[in-house]
């Protein structure tokens, strides 16, 4: 028996067809039981937190935009449109912390600091960066990003830099600019 070539491919093309509309809501079906949603627990406007520590502020959180992601396996706490925090140490002197993004993790207690952050001293010290890592627990700073460190001995740029939140401690990497120095030569 031998069918004529047109008679073949139409007869293919109806059960394509019959095939692909036939799964279609299936398809969708199945698509709907993998997918799970990643949405905040919730979410703030205009938020103003104080941290304390036996009756004394520790910190300053200021932000117009919080998204709390407390119920993932691995919860976390989104600031997409910035933050501005205020630090306070034992003494009560304050470090400033200005982000356009950050992002806080609950297990590791480390806080993601992204897009011109500047983080200033009491005492005048300003160190500029594009990515912040901030350890609460430790309280201590670090990036491997390119900075820029402003002080009262001068102006100096590096690639990578740790340091205490009062600035006490400074640990850089790959640094170079103008500074002023009590060493006699």
């Known amino acids: 028996m031998n069918l004529p070539k047109k008679y073949i491919i139409n007869v293919v093309t109806v059960i394509a067809v019959t095939l692909f509309f036939g799964c ?29 520590d036996s009756g004394k502020i520790t910190g300053i959180l200021i932000s117009p935009k919080m998204l709390d992601y407390s119920n ?31 992002v806080s993790y609950k297990p590791t207690q480390i806080i993601d600091l992204q897009g011109k ?3 200033t ?9 594009e990515q912040m890592f901030f350890d609460q627990k430790n309280e201590w700073f670090y990036t491997e990003r390119k900075f820029k460190l402003t002080d009262a001995k001068g102006v100096s740029f590096g690639q990578g830099i740790d340091f205490s939140k009062d600035f006490k401690v400074i640990n850089s990497q790959r640094i170079s600019g103008e500074f002023e120095s009590d060493e006699e030569l």
């Open 24 to 52: 279609e809501s299936n398809f969708k079906e199945v698509q709907k039981i993998n997918f799970s949603e990643f949405v905040p627990g919730s979410d703030a406007d205009t938020v103003n937190i104080k941290y304390t």
């Open 121 to 129: 001293s009491e005492a005048g010290q300003v160190l500029e960066t």
């Open 72 to 102: 993932l396996d691995f919860p976390f706490t989104e600031f997409p449109k910035g933050i501005d925090v205020t630090l306070y140490d034992k003494k009560q002197k304050r470090t400033f912390i200005k982000a356009n993004y950050a």
């Open 117 to 119: 952050v500047k983080i």
